[in-house]
């Protein structure tokens, strides 16, 4: 703990902590010194950031690979979006992990996934019976190995063609500053200690939070349509947005019109 409290307001420390704990993705917990590490944390309002991945990859067969390599950061969580990974690439007995930040939202990449529930089980049958041929040579080790990996290979191909892959959702969720982050993570918390205590000076508290922080989402929303009608342009340049933009206004509105019974109302 006296090493982070040195370390200022803001800080990121990070690499072989040579303790334990489940919390951030190891097996066990390290006794005394795991859960010490935890509180120190926990007390310094820091967040640690780890791979939830082994790091540690000893050379004794007896010993069990577990993760002892990650990261601490104060304030940190405030300033963007993080992703934290581990490079599989071996320099040592230890794997680096490597913490990326942005100021805007990372979107993790899907599984990519063999079949999904719009796969064509019909049409992967009739793949795989055009793909398959029976008459191979089996004769050898060899042979029957090459001829079980192209096996694999056919059907990881029928299934494929098979498959119609998912979309990408759209990110509709507006990408907001930090400090209107830490307004809703504010707010978040004074909600739930007034509806825990049903105290009023908690209730009055949660209606300043939150009268600050629509006040502050009313102001982003217009500096950043401010900022959009400044780069508008006709040019190549500015990406054609003043046409783009036009395009949009004269599209015609769709009527959606209300539900009725059968009785009219």
Not at 116 to 124: G, M
Not at 255 to 264: A, Q, R, T, W
């Amino acid at each position: 703990m006296n090493v982070l409290k040195k370390l200022g307001p803001r800080f990121i420390i990070g690499g072989d902590y040579n303790v334990k704990h489940i919390a951030w993705g190891a097996r066990i917990i390290t006794p005394d010194k795991g859960q010490k590490l935890l509180n120190a944390i926990d007390s310094l309002s820091c967040r640690y950031h780890s791979s939830r991945s082994p790091t540690y990859w000893p050379s004794d067969s007896n010993k069990t690979p577990d993760l002892l390599d990650f990261l601490s950061a104060k304030m940190f969580h405030h300033t963007g979006y993080t992703e934290t990974k581990g490079i599989v690439d071996l320099s040592s007995d230890h794997t680096p992990v490597m913490l990326t930040l942005s100021s805007a939202i990372i979107r993790r990449k899907k599984k990519s996934m063999l079949t999904n529930r719009k796969t064509d089980w019909d049409l992967f049958r009739e793949n795989l019976h055009k793909l398959i041929v029976l008459k191979v040579p089996l004769k050898n080790k060899e042979e029957l190995e090459h001829q079980t990996e192209h096996f694999v290979q056919l059907i990881c191909d029928a299934a494929t063609s098979s498959t119609t892959p998912p979309k990408e959702l759209p990110l509709d969720a507006p990408s907001y500053p930090w400090k209107i982050r830490v307004l809703i993570k504010a707010r978040r918390k004074a909600r739930k200690q007034w509806h825990n205590t049903r105290n009023p000076a908690h209730k009055n508290k949660f209606n300043k939070i939150s009268n600050q922080l629509n006040r502050s989402i009313k102001k982003f929303k217009q500096d950043s349509f401010h900022d959009y009608l400044e780069n508008l342009g006709p040019t190549e340049e500015k990406n054609y947005s003043l046409w783009k933009g036009t395009r949009r206004f004269k599209r015609p509105l769709t009527h959606n019109p209300p539900l009725k019974s059968p009785e009219g109302k």
